[in-house]
């Protein structure tokens, strides 16, 4: 009682002080923007903005606005997420202007969403998909075929499904009671590290330490024997058919690599109607090494961004990230476009067109995999230990593990227990329904199940991932995330439904057909397209960047699974350890403490694999 008497005020107090910083950088804000108009130095305005002038502004006149919830779907593809940006593209930006040219929101308000009260349900990243997502804003009804008006404004990826008139006090976001997200990923996700990769060394090493031998096997039996088979009838006759030199070379080149980038974001401009296959790009370093040498020169250890310029490096620039590692840190390492699939390509060595050959043949035998049922009944039960009130401080960023917000609580979180096949690779479908989410949360709690069911790692970690120690959990590639709807379950329970005041529940269950078939054409074909997209060169070119610590391109290793899962397996830094049989143990031991070159904590590569240029916060995705 005494404590609960002291916190009270103090959170008041935060309160208050939050509010008053609020107002104050509010007020900095305008008086930034007076001052750059009186020394004429006004910026461009807002992408998303169509200027009027008053004339056409006056001849429209003032038209009746009502409060309402938009239903939508959007493929994320190509988009800066959903929050309208000021300079990026955006959905929320393409949906605002179009919303401007249907005559949904008048002339005198489109120079900001503010003015007509637009808020989002969710927020989704970049990339992201939503088959069912809100927004509410004041808007003019007058016109019966508003809804096809506003869609003949937008692309194909973008879809309004209707609108509801809503009480006036209607916020799609303060409403929201929860949210149900999908997750499709390969099946071949679920195989075990490969046993010549760093990760799959170590688990087994490890296991021998803590005794665990024959548990690791009982927790890998039904895939204990895919490697072997895919070595047998698959890697050994192509390398038999190379010179035993090539075969050596190749074999230590495809599992002596370290790779040293992960999260990975894409940046591909938005498809449209006319070009939904537009070629991946990539960034590289102007002068990759010759392959068969790995003499320990200066390599990147940061995650890159958004790569625009070539530039030089700077020695000044370069600075030890561990001393005992002989890893050295590059802040921006010189960069430069290769040719995507549609130009010209370099010339590759025969180590390396052998290498490009291998790796495919490998992602080909990954891709045949079909899960067995006890393997299912894993990851249902790794995905188990989600459910309930949890603290998610490890699933997101710029979260302390005492922080009240880093609590958040599942309902469920199942995997269909029906795969898909699709173009020879089968996929499954996972779906959580939370009450909110973090920024990258479900992302990352799709890694974990993922690497705890392929490592064969004791299902306790989960447990512990929930404690205070700060674990590595990178983020799965956002290909794969879909919204599937928000849940306005208490908002329609309290609806007047009859009389001159009822209203229409807020929801996608009457616009079920179009929404599945927009699902299906946009985001499920999409998603699968662009796993499947024949880009072997691109893959291997991305594992061999990555195998000398280069920077490459964001669009690259976020859409492809396999790229995302063999960088883990071959990260030598240790982040992953916790997998193994020791557990955190083996972590602490392998992380350098304050002192020791990284600063408080000694983790400054897990801190690497979770910058993020977006903000903190978010709804996932």
Same mark, same amino acid.
């Given at each position: 009682?005494?404590?609960?008497?002291?916190?009270?005020?103090?959170?008041?107090?935060?309160?208050?002080?939050?509010?008053?910083?609020?107002?104050?950088?509010?007020?900095?804000?305008?008086?930034?923007?007076?001052?750059?108009?009186?020394?004429?130095?006004?910026?461009?305005?807002?992408?998303?903005?169509?200027?009027?002038?008053?004339?056409?502004?006056?001849?429209?006149?003032?038209?009746?606005?009502?409060?309402?919830?938009?239903?939508?779907?959007?493929?994320?593809?190509?988009?800066?997420?959903?929050?309208?940006?000021?300079?990026?593209?955006?959905?929320?930006?393409?949906?605002?202007?179009?919303?401007?040219?249907?005559?949904?929101?008048?002339?005198?308000?489109?120079?900001?969403?503010?003015?007509?009260?637009?808020?989002?349900?969710?927020?989704?990243?970049?990339?992201?998909?939503?088959?069912?997502?809100?927004?509410?804003?004041?808007?003019?009804?007058?016109?019966?075929?508003?809804?096809?008006?506003?869609?003949?404004?937008?692309?194909?990826?973008?879809?309004?499904?209707?609108?509801?008139?809503?009480?006036?006090?209607?916020?799609?976001?303060?409403?929201?009671?929860?949210?149900?997200?999908?997750?499709?990923?390969?099946?071949?996700?679920?195989?075990?590290?490969?046993?010549?990769?760093?990760?799959?060394?170590?688990?087994?090493?490890?296991?021998?330490?803590?005794?665990?031998?024959?548990?690791?096997?009982?927790?890998?039996?039904?895939?204990?024997?895919?490697?072997?088979?895919?070595?047998?009838?698959?890697?050994?006759?192509?390398?038999?058919?190379?010179?035993?030199?090539?075969?050596?070379?190749?074999?230590?080149?495809?599992?002596?690599?370290?790779?040293?980038?992960?999260?990975?974001?894409?940046?591909?401009?938005?498809?449209?109607?006319?070009?939904?296959?537009?070629?991946?790009?990539?960034?590289?370093?102007?002068?990759?090494?010759?392959?068969?040498?790995?003499?320990?020169? +200066?390599?990147?250890?940061?995650?890159?961004?958004?790569?625009?310029?070539?530039?030089?490096?700077?020695?000044?620039?370069?600075?030890?990230?561990?001393?005992?590692?002989?890893?050295?840190?590059?802040?921006?390492?010189?960069?430069?476009?290769?040719?995507?699939?549609?130009?010209?390509?370099?010339?590759?060595?025969?180590?390396?067109?052998?290498?490009?050959?291998?790796?495919?043949?490998?992602?080909?035998?990954?891709?045949?995999?079909?899960?067995?049922?006890?393997?299912?009944?894993?990851?249902?039960?790794?995905?188990?230990?989600?459910?309930?009130?949890?603290?998610?401080?490890?699933?997101?960023?710029?979260?302390?593990?005492?922080?009240?917000?880093?609590?958040?609580?599942?309902?469920?979180?199942?995997?269909? +227990?029906?795969?898909?096949?699709?173009?020879?690779?089968?996929?499954?479908?996972?779906?959580?329904?939370?009450?909110?989410?973090?920024?990258?949360?479900?992302?990352?709690?799709?890694?974990?199940?993922?690497?705890?069911?392929?490592?064969?790692?004791?299902?306790?970690?989960?447990?512990?991932?929930?404690?205070?120690?700060?674990?590595?959990?990178?983020?799965?590639?956002?290909?794969?995330?879909?919204?599937?709807?928000?849940?306005?379950?208490?908002?329609?329970?309290?609806?007047?439904?009859?009389?001159?005041?009822?209203?229409?529940?807020?929801?996608?269950?009457?616009?079920?057909?179009?929404?599945?078939?927009?699902?299906?054409?946009?985001?499920?074909?999409?998603?699968?397209?662009?796993?499947?997209?024949?880009?072997?060169?691109?893959?291997?070119?991305?594992?061999?960047?990555?195998?000398?610590?280069?920077?490459?391109?964001?669009?690259?290793?976020?859409?492809?699974?396999?790229?995302?899962?063999?960088?883990?397996?071959?990260?030598?830094?240790?982040?992953?350890?916790?997998?193994?049989?020791?557990?955190?143990?083996?972590?602490?031991?392998?992380?350098?403490?304050?002192?020791?070159?990284?600063?408080?904590?000694?983790?400054?590569?897990?801190?690497?694999?979770?910058?993020?240029?977006?903000?903190?916060?978010?709804?996932?995705?």
């Amino acid at each position: 009682m005494e404590q609960s008497q002291t916190v009270g005020p103090s959170l008041r107090k935060a309160g208050r002080a939050g509010r008053a910083d609020k107002r104050t950088r509010t007020e900095a804000t305008q008086e930034t923007a007076k001052r750059r108009k009186l020394n004429g130095d006004e910026r461009a305005p807002p992408i998303y903005v169509t200027n009027f002038s008053k004339e056409e502004i006056d001849a429209e006149g003032r038209k009746p606005k009502k409060k309402v919830a938009v239903m939508m779907g959007y493929s994320g593809s190509g988009y800066k997420g959903m929050q309208i940006n000021n300079e990026e593209k955006t959905i929320e930006g393409d949906l605002f202007k179009a919303l401007v040219a249907a005559g949904a929101i008048s002339k005198a308000n489109a120079d900001d969403p503010k003015k007509s009260s637009l808020v989002r349900c969710a927020r989704t990243d970049r990339g992201v998909h939503a088959a069912g997502n809100v927004i509410s804003l004041k808007m003019i009804l007058e016109d019966p075929d508003i809804i096809a008006k506003i869609n003949e404004h937008l692309s194909p990826q973008i879809r309004v499904w209707g609108a509801e008139q809503t009480n006036g006090s209607f916020s799609a976001y303060q409403l929201c009671d929860s949210r149900i997200y999908e997750y499709l990923i390969p099946t071949y996700c679920f195989l075990p590290p490969h046993p010549e990769s760093f990760l799959g060394k170590e688990l087994v090493k490890l296991a021998e330490e803590a005794g665990d031998s024959m548990g690791l096997e009982e927790r890998q039996q039904e895939v204990s024997s895919f490697w072997k088979e895919t070595e047998e009838n698959h890697v050994k006759p192509f390398l038999d058919g190379l010179s035993p030199e090539l075969s050596a070379s190749v074999r230590n080149a495809l599992y002596d690599a370290e790779p040293k980038i992960l999260d990975l974001e894409p940046e591909a401009e938005p498809a449209t109607s006319d070009d939904t296959t537009k070629p991946m790009e990539i960034q590289a370093v102007v002068e990759p090494p010759d392959l068969g040498r790995n003499d320990g020169r +200066p390599v990147s250890d940061q995650q890159p961004d958004d790569i625009q310029n070539a530039e030089a490096v700077d020695k000044s620039k370069v600075v030890p990230s561990r001393p005992d590692a002989g890893i050295l840190l590059v802040e921006e390492p010189p960069v430069a476009h290769i040719p995507n699939k549609s130009e010209h390509r370099p010339q590759l060595s025969a180590l390396e067109e052998a290498l490009k050959k291998l790796k495919s043949i490998i992602i080909s035998a990954k891709k045949a995999y079909r899960i067995q049922p006890a393997r299912l009944a894993r990851v249902q039960s790794v995905l188990n230990h989600y459910i309930g009130t949890r603290n998610f401080h490890n699933y997101t960023i710029s979260k302390l593990p005492r922080d009240p917000s880093a609590k958040r609580v599942i309902k469920s979180f199942t995997v269909n +227990p029906q795969p898909i096949l699709i173009n020879n690779t089968e996929w499954l479908s996972l779906k959580v329904h939370g009450q909110s989410f973090m920024m990258h949360q479900i992302r990352k709690m799709v890694t974990m199940v993922a690497l705890v069911v392929r490592c064969g790692c004791p299902e306790e970690r989960m447990k512990e991932s929930y404690g205070e120690e700060k674990l590595t959990i990178p983020k799965a590639p956002s290909l794969g995330l879909l919204l599937e709807r928000p849940v306005f379950e208490t908002y329609n329970r309290n609806l007047v439904k009859e009389g001159p005041n009822a209203r229409a529940e807020v929801g996608f269950e009457r616009y079920e057909k179009e929404v599945e078939e927009f699902k299906q054409r946009e985001i499920y074909e999409r998603i699968f397209r662009e796993e499947e997209r024949d880009d072997t060169y691109v893959s291997f070119l991305y594992s061999f960047l990555l195998s000398w610590g280069l920077r490459v391109a964001n669009d690259l290793g976020n859409r492809r699974f396999h790229s995302f899962f063999a960088s883990l397996d071959g990260m030598r830094w240790g982040d992953l350890l916790y997998l193994s049989s020791v557990g955190l143990p083996a972590v602490r031991k392998e992380i350098p403490k304050s002192g020791d070159g990284e600063g408080k904590g000694g983790n400054a590569r897990a801190v690497a694999l979770e910058e993020d240029s977006e903000g903190a916060d978010r709804q996932d995705g």
